[in-house]
């Protein structure tokens, strides 16, 4: 034992005790949380100064209260009373919660309850420490709320953002990418090699060699796979992110779907390109129709000056039905120009649509199915009916066409669509209210890019030699186009192609300004197929003429007999099955009725028997296709 050692006495523990309380309290008001002691009863035993402060009260205001009367009833029993009963558990007990003191009022809080138990070890007490963790709260909703700006930023752009290792192996990747490359889930990208989605992987490791400097790089466009071994074309930026040794750590890339982009460029291409065919073509066009005027008129003369004068007209009249075949070809390019102007009534185009579907019924093929779905509402455009109907039937008939060998589905739908919400797909300024949009989907050969750009010129065409001339596409957009309307088509190759057809709404009923100069004239239709004759007696309708049909020679015999209602004038389809022109003449003989005949026949077909030619009985003769127009033309020609 050290003898120098002094040993405390009684007073001296006594000081030592109460130097230590004066030490814990002056820690404890000097806290800046807010420290108490809590009975089992929920009252409070000790509180500090700072729990004073937020309070606004002294210790002997708030010592002896118990909980429900310094927080308020509710909040004690909704917020604070189970975490007590889990603490007098034994169990120490944190969490964050927002409460309001007279002080600071509403601010988040820490709360820690520690168990504080007795000499016998039962939990009479527990020790409750309040932290101020507002600032702290506030920093981390704020961090939380730019982390989800951020999440809604890279999650709604349109624009793909991809994480990868040097080596393409990808570690990340936005929604949009999924999208973009066409990815059904995360998980059928992340994991796999970017390398594999270039068209050209070579193109890849360029692209990572270009930055291995860890500067930014745009690589403009570049051909990619998706993940269903689709073509596309996106336009990629990328960084390389370097570790501090200056080594690649990892990739990261922007994609942007370049695809509308591609598809604007090329109809604004496709554009300049049809207008200066078209200007050139319409040129030439004109010019060939003065030679046909020069070589008709010549002919005329001809006929009137050579002896033998049957056998003469027959072979002029040849020459004059190859000018009219020569004719209707410029008109068609003419057409396809935007040169001809079209005669333009108002017209149904549900019922026109019904027509045409009723006019090919017969040529389907038997492993070819035709879906409709055209709306029943009353969707009426201002257009030659004659025109529309060729609209219609060209596209149908290439879709069939495309199905020959392998059979298919032609899918045909009418509706009704909303022009604001057309602005991006028709890249227009001005724009109808309404459309009605018309979609022709086959399952056909389809068309590979090199021949989609192309489909809209005039003679070009993939059919054989002596099976198409081109013509019909070029003619349906500058008939299309005329109207004020739009048709755009996408197709894959063995999969099929789909047209779409928007034509501008009119919701007036309009004829053409000449229509109104019309007198009532009675037209007698000899019809051939229906529903062409039903579009040209539509047309014929609309433009103010009564018509009358005639499909067998009974029929034709009593309209040429009523003496107070006669027609005045025919127009005969060479089709007609059951009045041929022999009937056609003899009925006009017995008659003794001189009425002026207009004929319409198929630009392949012979004309009408050729006794009839130098009768001078037929005043007028069309190749079809025909427009409103020309039969208007005719018939004010054939009635002067």
């Given at each position: 034992?050290n003898?120098?050692?002094?040993?405390?006495?009684?007073d001296?523990?006594?000081?030592?005790?109460?130097?230590?309380k004066i030490?814990?309290?002056?820690?404890?008001?000097?806290?800046?949380?807010?420290?108490?002691?809590?009975?089992?009863?929920?009252i409070?035993?000790?509180?500090?100064?700072?729990?004073?402060?937020?309070h606004?009260?002294?210790p002997?205001?708030?010592?002896?209260?118990?909980?429900?009367?310094?927080?308020?009833?509710?909040?004690?029993?909704?917020?604070?009373k189970?975490?007590?009963d889990?603490?007098?558990?034994?169990?120490?007990?944190?969490?964050?919660?927002a409460?309001?003191?007279?002080?600071?009022?509403?601010?988040?809080?820490?709360?820690?309850?520690?168990?504080?138990?007795?000499?016998?070890?039962?939990?009479?007490?527990?020790?409750?420490?309040?932290?101020?963790?507002?600032?702290?709260?506030?920093?981390?909703?704020?961090?939380?709320?730019?982390?989800?700006?951020?999440?809604?930023?890279?999650?709604?752009?349109?624009?793909?953002?991809?994480?990868?290792?040097?080596?393409?192996?990808?570690?990340?990747?936005?929604?949009?990418?999924?999208?973009?490359?066409?990815?059904?889930?995360?998980?059928s990208?992340?994991?796999?090699?970017?390398?594999?989605?270039?068209?050209?992987e070579?193109l890849?490791?360029?692209?990572?060699?270009?930055?291995?400097?860890?500067?930014?790089k745009?690589?403009g466009?570049?051909?990619?796979?998706?993940?269903?071994?689709?073509?596309?074309?996106?336009?990629?930026?990328?960084?390389?992110?370097?570790?501090?040794?200056?080594?690649?750590?990892?990739?990261?890339?922007?994609?942007?779907?370049?695809?509308r982009?591609m598809?604007?460029?090329?109809?604004?291409l496709q554009?300049?390109?049809?207008?200066?065919?078209?200007?050139?073509?319409?040129?030439i066009?004109?010019?060939?129709?003065?030679i046909?005027?020069?070589?008709?008129?010549?002919?005329e003369?001809?006929?009137?000056?050579?002896?033998?004068?049957?056998?003469?007209s027959?072979?002029?009249?040849?020459?004059?039905?190859?000018?009219?075949k020569?004719?209707?070809?410029?008109?068609?390019?003419?057409?396809?120009?935007?040169?001809?102007?079209?005669?333009?009534?108002?017209?149904?185009?549900?019922?026109?649509?019904?027509?045409?579907?009723?006019?090919?019924k017969?040529?389907?093929?038997?492993?070819?199915?035709?879906?409709?779905?055209?709306?029943?509402?009353?969707?009426?455009?201002?257009?030659?009916?004659?025109?529309?109907?060729?609209?219609?039937l060209?596209?149908?008939?290439?879709?069939?066409?495309?199905?020959?060998?392998?059979?298919?589905n032609?899918?045909?739908?009418?509706?009704?669509?909303?022009?604001?919400?057309?602005?991006?797909?028709?890249?227009?300024?001005i724009?109808?209210?309404?459309?009605?949009?018309?979609?022709?989907?086959?399952?056909?050969?389809?068309?590979?890019?090199?021949?989609?750009?192309?489909?809209?010129e005039?003679?070009?065409?993939?059919r054989?030699?002596?099976?198409?001339?081109?013509?019909g596409?070029?003619?349906?957009?500058?008939i299309?186009s005329?109207?004020?309307?739009?048709?755009?088509?996408?197709?894959?190759?063995?999969?099929?192609?789909?047209?779409?057809?928007?034509?501008?709404?009119?919701?007036?009923?309009?004829?053409?300004?000449?229509?109104?100069q019309?007198?009532?004239?009675?037209?007698?239709?000899?019809?051939?197929n229906?529903?062409?004759?039903?579009?040209?007696?539509?047309?014929?309708?609309?433009?103010?003429?009564?018509?009358?049909?005639?499909?067998?020679?009974?029929?034709l015999?009593?309209?040429?007999?009523?003496?107070?209602?006669?027609?005045?004038?025919?127009?005969y389809?060479?089709?007609?099955e059951?009045?041929?022109?022999?009937?056609?003449?003899?009925?006009?003989?017995e008659?003794?009725?001189?009425?002026?005949?207009?004929?319409?026949?198929?630009?392949?077909?012979?004309l009408?028997?050729?006794?009839?030619l130098?009768?001078g009985?037929?005043?007028?003769?069309?190749?079809?296709?025909?427009s409103?127009?020309?039969?208007?033309?005719?018939?004010?020609?054939?009635?002067?």
């Amino acid at each position: 034992m050290n003898h120098n050692t002094k040993i405390p006495q009684p007073d001296d523990f006594l000081e030592l005790l109460k130097r230590d309380k004066i030490v814990s309290d002056h820690i404890l008001n000097n806290s800046r949380s807010m420290i108490s002691v809590i009975t089992r009863d929920y009252i409070y035993e000790k509180v500090n100064a700072t729990f004073c402060v937020a309070h606004l009260g002294m210790p002997e205001s708030i010592i002896g209260k118990s909980l429900g009367d310094i927080w308020g009833y509710e909040i004690f029993r909704d917020k604070i009373k189970h975490n007590l009963d889990k603490c007098f558990s034994g169990e120490t007990v944190k969490y964050v919660e927002a409460f309001s003191t007279p002080q600071s009022g509403k601010r988040f809080y820490e709360v820690i309850f520690r168990p504080f138990p007795a000499v016998s070890g039962e939990i009479t007490h527990l020790l409750a420490e309040t932290f101020d963790v507002t600032d702290l709260k506030l920093t981390e909703q704020i961090a939380a709320e730019k982390e989800d700006e951020f999440k809604r930023f890279e999650t709604n752009l349109p624009i793909g953002f991809l994480r990868c290792l040097p080596d393409g192996r990808i570690l990340l990747a936005n929604k949009a990418i999924m999208i973009i490359l066409d990815c059904r889930g995360q998980i059928s990208l992340c994991g796999t090699n970017l390398r594999k989605y270039y068209t050209e992987e070579s193109l890849f490791d360029l692209h990572v060699s270009q930055l291995m400097d860890g500067k930014p790089k745009s690589f403009g466009r570049v051909p990619l796979k998706t993940c269903r071994e689709n073509e596309i074309v996106c336009r990629i930026s990328a960084f390389m992110f370097l570790d501090q040794s200056d080594k690649p750590s990892y990739i990261d890339f922007s994609f942007e779907d370049s695809s509308r982009e591609m598809m604007l460029e090329n109809k604004l291409l496709q554009a300049q390109k049809l207008e200066t065919i078209g200007a050139l073509a319409g040129g030439i066009a004109h010019d060939f129709n003065n030679i046909l005027t020069t070589i008709s008129g010549y002919a005329e003369l001809l006929k009137d000056d050579l002896p033998d004068p049957l056998q003469s007209s027959q072979k002029i009249a040849r020459i004059l039905m190859a000018v009219s075949k020569a004719r209707s070809l410029t008109n068609q390019i003419l057409t396809f120009s935007r040169q001809m102007e079209q005669e333009k009534v108002t017209v149904s185009v549900s019922k026109v649509l019904k027509e045409t579907l009723g006019f090919l019924k017969d040529s389907v093929p038997p492993d070819v199915i035709i879906k409709r779905n055209i709306w029943s509402g009353k969707i009426k455009v201002f257009a030659d009916p004659t025109q529309l109907f060729r609209v219609f039937l060209n596209l149908m008939t290439n879709a069939l066409q495309s199905m020959e060998e392998t059979g298919g589905n032609l899918s045909v739908e009418l509706k009704q669509v909303n022009g604001k919400n057309l602005k991006d797909i028709l890249d227009k300024d001005i724009l109808a209210d309404e459309y009605a949009l018309v979609t022709f989907r086959d399952t056909g050969k389809g068309m590979d890019p090199s021949v989609l750009r192309r489909i809209f010129e005039p003679f070009y065409t993939t059919r054989e030699v002596g099976k198409g001339t081109g013509l019909g596409l070029s003619v349906v957009h500058g008939i299309v186009s005329e109207m004020g309307g739009d048709i755009l088509v996408s197709s894959e190759k063995n999969k099929g192609s789909v047209f779409y057809v928007y034509l501008p709404v009119t919701l007036e009923d309009r004829t053409a300004i000449s229509d109104l100069q019309v007198t009532k004239k009675k037209i007698l239709f000899v019809i051939g197929n229906r529903h062409e004759a039903g579009i040209l007696s539509l047309a014929l309708e609309s433009s103010g003429y009564i018509i009358a049909t005639a499909s067998d020679r009974k029929t034709l015999v009593r309209e040429m007999s009523d003496g107070e209602d006669l027609p005045d004038l025919i127009l005969y389809m060479s089709d007609a099955e059951q009045i041929k022109t022999n009937d056609l003449i003899e009925v006009i003989a017995e008659t003794n009725i001189e009425i002026p005949v207009i004929a319409i026949s198929d630009t392949g077909q012979e004309l009408i028997e050729e006794k009839s030619l130098p009768s001078g009985l037929i005043k007028q003769h069309l190749i079809k296709p025909v427009s409103l127009k020309e039969i208007r033309n005719a018939i004010q020609l054939s009635l002067i």
